[in-house]
């Protein structure tokens, strides 16, 4: 079992950056594949991005392709999100994930995922 606790969220105006991390604890952090998801309100929670386990691979949704990046780093066991030119239409909890399957294509549905953080706020004001 892995504990997973997002950081990182927050107020910002449009146009703005923000990078969230996910530091997990437990099991080794480097079996779990690992996605980001959002949810606005009266939204369902809907994919953002993953990775792989190793980092080497990486899948975005097409909604924040070119400004939102997926990364981790194994040795701190830590996924982050950078999100760069934010928009108002970006403002959600955001979640981090862990997919413990060993299959290698990235999971981009939440009932793939077994283990969720508690979320962090970003709020993007226009």
């Known amino acids: 079992q892995v504990q997973l606790v997002e950081s990182g969220g927050g107020l910002v105006q449009a146009g703005a950056s923000l990078r969230l991390s996910c530091a997990a604890s437990?099991?080794?952090?480097?079996?779990?594949?690992m996605g980001w998801f959002r949810q606005a309100p009266g939204k369902e929670r809907e994919f953002v991005a993953a990775i792989s386990k190793s980092g080497g691979r990486t899948y975005h949704v097409d909604s924040v392709k070119g400004r939102f990046t997926i990364s981790r780093d194994n040795a701190k066991n830590t996924v982050y999100l950078q999100m760069n030119s934010l928009k108002p239409e970006d403002t959600a909890v955001y979640y981090c994930?862990?997919?413990?399957?060993?299959?290698?294509?990235?999971?981009?549905?939440?009932?793939?995922?077994?283990?969720w953080g508690q979320g962090t706020q970003v709020t993007v004001s226009s």
């Open positions: 437990g099991r080794t952090f480097s079996e779990y594949k």
């Open positions: 994930a862990a997919d413990k399957s060993s299959i290698l294509r990235l999971s981009t549905t939440d009932y793939e995922y077994d283990y």
